[in-house]
Every structure is written in structure tokens, then in C-alpha cells.
């Protein structure tokens, strides 16, 4: 008798080949027989009418802290994804010692928006060597977890503050040499780095300290182990952008490891600069390099308040520097104060061109309710006032809770984007689930290039999208037995139906510990996910007990 059997699906099994009719039996947590199956089994999902197709997996999360709380980083299950990567960007929640805590919390907060309360009130602190970390997160999970260990991180833990000054010495290279392969023999996939991130402080994060040889004498142990590399390259600058892609091509061939960069995106002004990246990735990959451009799904829209920094902020410092230190009443005197208004209107001017794109999305007065929907230019001219004075004014009307919405800021022409993810050089994600969580949803990217990209644009079948995200991941990653229905195979899978798949709308939650809020989006179409050969979650019914996540690819032997 088989635990479970899933009859009568379209198999859409990952490789890319055409999707066929099959049923799949899985005992033990893996695929046991696929084929047209009349044996008995305690458990039978009837995939009449939809696809069945391997788990999804995300490799640009940042669940680091949700994690803690939340073994099934809720919404990504419900949207078919059964395998995430956390840790990337640099940082990750461990190795970490216990004086490093307040400055990664900081670290999180400015670079992700992971606000201080989630992790006051989320997370108990009981682990700071890599191996504890994956003992802890192991405790209690749904979805399975493949972790970046990240390169400020392990500065920190071995140069502690001089990780914040200077490139490393040679005996703190070898200690970082050894501190990363303990990391890798633990359970971590890789390692990140970034070229971009600032700290609390708003002075580069720690690896922005490492010179290229440090760089290089860490790709040299990821060697070791043929184990993955992500940066965060600077991507607004296309010249430099090209540039990260040599480097990483020549780490890729020197020590014979796959290597990604993220983000890459269409601009609102064109594919310039995209074009020139691919051109690039396309000459070293005819070498041998393995350079994966990560491209997201969605298009870029901010959703802000005046109640938390936005990075969308971050060039007006008079803002900016309002917002992030200053409390509640702080922000609101700040901007109530009217001989002050000149100074602050003047500041944000040379962003009307985005002011004016903006709509009013969300209040909490009755009287205001009525402009919801409405662009913030309309409203300036309905009150007969300056844009910027209309924003400041709405915010203290709702006692800063007036909630603006950027749309489409880029990525967002769906013929190229289209193209661009159909490439067979490009590597789907970059999605930031878990952080950003009062700017955007970051869920729902994988219904979403369906939905977008197969059934509305055409730009590539369903096999090839599903292959993208699933057993292409699983390859580039190094994860061994996930990523395609086959005999054998872990049994992560995701069922839905082709037709309806999407992301629904975006809305705001207020679920983060410490009273936080963040944007989700509910999955359309997804009817069982299954992890682990257990049903995690099911349509109607919800989420499961199963804990049957796993840390991938899991300890070195
Ligand atoms: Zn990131």
C-alpha cells in the first residue's frame, strides 16, 4: 500500500518535455512509481483537470527571521513553492555571534525592511555557530530550506568591527576559508555577497570591505565543494553590471563553481542595458562559465507610508533621515511643522516625476475614504494645493497611516520582460520573499509568470515555465532528487490547474510579531501542495500539520 496517490493529472514533470497523463504514487517521502496506478493507498488526491507538476522552488528569499516563527513561510507554500533559499544579499542569521545580534537586526531593517519588533518579539536567539542555526530552523519546518550563508556574516564573526573597515589580513583569510567550510559542511548552499547594501548606518555592509583576492580565496572553497555564488551587482549602473559579470565568469572557470547575479530587469527606458548583460553572459557561457542572470517576474511597484523609511526615501536625506530615526511623533511633528514645510517640499521636488505617478492606495479616516484610488496629482488639484504638500498633508490626516502606491516603476513591459525570462540563459527569481514587507508583496511571482507569461504573452509554454522554475533551479543550485517527477525523486509537488494560476491582489496583513504589518498576495489556482511526500497544504482545507521541510542539500559527509 502506498501512502499517497495523485490520479488522473496532466504531469508536467520538470524536464521541459511535453506534459502527459499519468498517475504518481509516492510512499516514504519520494516518488515511488509513476503510470496508471489500481494499487491501494491511504491517501488519494484526484488531479482531474489539472496540472501535476514538481514543487517550486524560490532561490531569492530573505525568510531568514520569518523562518524562526514560521516554518512554512507563509504565503509561499499556498503558492505551490516547497523549497526556498534565505541568506542572500550577504546576510543570513548565522554564523552570528551574540554581540553581533543588534547590528544584523539593524543590517535587516535597513536593507530588507524587516522592522526591530518582528525580531524583538520573533525570535528567541539561541544559536550562533551555522550548525546550531541548522539544528534550530530544522525544529519546525514545512517548506524545505536551502540557506546561503552570507559573506558579512562571516567577516563579522572573524574581524569583528574591522569587518566594517578593511579588506581581511592573510590569517583572517584563512580563518574565514575555515569558518565557510564549516558553513558548507553543514548544510549551506552557497555563499552570498553584495556590491550594493548599505547597514544601518548607511556605511557599506561588511563584505563591501573584501578586496577581489578575499572574494577569490572564498570562491576557491566554495570550489571545494562546487557550491553556488550570489551577488547583488550594481545593478543601476549597466557598465559596472557587465563588469561583475567578467569577475564572476572568471570565478566560475577558475574554481569550477555556478554563479548567479540579481537583480537584472528591463528599466522603464528600454533593454539597453539588459541586452548588454546578455550579451555579455552569452560569450562566457560559450567558454564554460556558469553566470545566471536572476530575473524577477513581477513589475516593480512601492507601496509606502510615511510610518516606515522607504528605501524609495532614500535620496531626499532630510526624509529620510525623519523617517528612520524618528518615532511615531517625531515624523508627525517633523511634518506638521510649518516652518520646516518650505525645506521639505523643496527637498522632494526633484521627485515630482514620481510624485505624480503616485495613487492614494489605502486610509483609515471616513472622510479621506473616498480619494482612495485616486492619483495623488488629482488630489492636489481637487485641493487646489502642490503635490508634495497634498502627500504630507494626507499623511497627517491619517495619523501617517495614508498608504501610497508606486506601480509600475519598471520591468514592467510584458512583451520584453516575456522575452527575457523565456531566455535559456536566464534564471527566474530574485522575488525577495520575506523582505520588503511594507513595500510590496513578494508572493505569488510563480502563478504570476503563468499566468503573465504563458497564458497572457505567450512568450514561452508551460513546460519550459515550470522547467524554470523547477528543475532548472533544483540543477543550478546543486539539489539533488528535487526538481522533476521521477521515480526516486523527493516528493515535492505542486497541483494546480493551468487555466486559472495567479497571484490575487496585493493587501496589507497585519500578522508580523510585534504588532507588524506587512503586503501578501493570496495564490489563484493552486489546489495541494505536497512537501516531502506529505500534503502541506490543500485549497480548502488550509494548512496541514507536516513538517516534513528539510535543510537542502544538507550536511557534507
Ligand atoms: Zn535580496
Known amino acids: 500500500m502506498f501512502d499517497l496517490i495523485v490520479k488522473n493529472g496532466r504531469l508536467v514533470d520538470g524536464s521541459g518535455l511535453p506534459a502527459y497523463a499519468a498517475d504518481i504514487a509516492v510512499s516514504d517521502g519520494r516518488i515511488q512509481k509513476i503510470g496508471k496506478l489500481d494499487e491501494p493507498a491511504r491517501q488519494t488526491v484526484d488531479a482531474q483537470g489539472k496540472v501535476v507538476a514538481p514543487g517550486f522552488i524560490d532561490p531569492h528569499t530573505h525568510f531568514d527571521a520569518q523562518l524562526l516563527w514560521d516554518g512554512a513561510c507563509k504565503p509561499a507554500v499556498e503558492h505551490g513553492v516547497t523549497t526556498i533559499v ?56 514545512t517548506i524545505n530550506v536551502a540557506p546561503l550563508v552570507g559573506h558579512s556574516m562571516l567577516r563579522l564573526w572573524v574581524m569583528g568591527d574591522a569587518a566594517m573597515q578593511r579588506s581581511a589580513t592573510p590569517e583572517e583569510l584563512t580563518r574565514l576559508q575555515a569558518l565557510l567550510r564549516e558553513c558548507l559542511e553543514a548544510g549551506a548552499v552557497g555563499m552570498s555577497t553584495s556590491y550594493v547594501d ?10 563591501r570591505h573584501a578586496d577581489a583576492n ?41 574554481h569550477g563553481i555556478p554563479t548567479t547575479l540579481s537583480p537584472v530587469l528591463v528599466n522603464a527606458d528600454g533593454t539597453v542595458v539588459v541586452d548588454k548583460i546578455m550579451a555579455r553572459i552569452r560569450e562566457h ?9 536572476q530575473v524577477q517576474t513581477r513589475p516593480i511597484d512601492v507601496s509606502f507610508s510615511f510610518e516606515v523609511p522607504s528605501l524609495l526615501f532614500i535620496r531626499m536625506p532630510t526624509w529620510y533621515g525623519i523617517m528612520r530615526h524618528g518615532t511615531h511623533d517625531d515624523i508627525v511633528r517633523a511634518f506638521s511643522d510649518a516652518q520646516r514645510r518650505p525645506e521639505l517640499v523643496k527637498e522632494a521636488a526633484s521627485l515630482n516625476a514620481m510624485w505624480e505617478q503616485l495613487v492614494l492606495r489605502q486610509v483609515q479616516t471616513s472622510s479621506n475614504q473616498e480619494l482612495v484610488g485616486m492619483k495623488l496629482v488629482d488630489i492636489a488639484e481637487q485641493r487646489n494645493t502642490g503635490i508634495v504638500d497634498t502627500m504630507i498633508d494626507l499623511s497627517l490626516e491619517e495619523d501617517l497611516q495614508a498608504h501610497f502606491l508606486f506601480a509600475d516603476m519598471g520591468h514592467s513591459d510584458g512583451q520584453k520582460v516575456g522575452e527575457l525570462l523565456a531566455d535559456p540563459l536566464v534564471h527566474i527569481g530574485a522575488s525577495d520573499s520575506g523582505a520588503h514587507i511594507m513595500s510590496f508583496a513578494t508572493f505569488g511571482d510563480t502563478g504570476y509568470l503563468i499566468s503573465k507569461f504563458v497564458r497572457d504573452e505567450a512568450a514561452m509554454s508551460l513546460e519550459s ?24 525523486y523527493v516528493a515535492d509537488i505542486t497541483i494546480f490547474d493551468p487555466d486559472t494560476i495567479d497571484r490575487g491582489p496585493e493587501y496589507y496583513v497585519q500578522d508580523v510579531p510585534g504588532a507588524g504589518s506587512r503586503y501578501v498576495r493570496d495564490a489563484v489556482g493552486v489546489d ?10 490543500e485549497q480548502e482545507t488550509g494548512y496541514t500539520a507536516s513538517k516534513r521541510g528539510q535543510v537542502l542539500p544538507g550536511a557534507t559527509p
Not at 548599505?198 to 563584505?207: A, K, Y
Not at 576557491?220 to 557598465?239: C, K, M, S, T
Not at 501542495?529 to 506529505?534: F, K, P
Open 86 to 141: 534565505p541568506g542572500n544579499c550577504s546576510l543570513s542569521l548565522a554564523p552570528l555571534k551574540a554581540e553581533h545580534r543588534n547590528k544584523l537586526v539593524g543590517m535587516f531593517n535597513q536593507i530588507e525592511e524587516m522592522p526591530q519588533k518582528a525580531f524583538d518579539e520573533g525570535v528567541v536567539w539561541d544559536w550562533e555557530s551555522f550548525p546550531e542555526y541548522v539544528e534550530r530552523i530544522k525544529r519546525d519546518l
Open 198 to 207: 548599505m547597514d544601518e548606518t548607511l556605511q557599506p555592509v561588511p563584505c
Open 214 to 254: 578575499e572574494l577569490d580565496a572564498l570562491a576557491a572553497v566554495l570550489g571545494e565543494y562546487g557550491r553556488i555564488l550570489q551577488i547583488v551587482h550594481e545593478f543601476y549602473d549597466g557598465d559596472v553590471s557587465v563588469a561583475r559579470v567578467d569577475e564572476l565568469a572568471n570565478l566560475s572557470l577558475k
Open 285 to 293: 557561457v560559450a567558454t564554460g562559465a556558469r553566470v545566471w542572470p
Open 465 to 488: 515555465a515550470v522547467k524554470k522554475i523547477t528543475y532548472d533551479v533544483a540543477n543550478i543550485w546543486g539539489l539533488p532528487e528535487r526538481g522533476l517527477l521521477q521515480e526516486g
Open 528 to 537: 495541494t501542495v505536497i512537501i516531502g511526500g506529505e500534503i502541506a497544504y
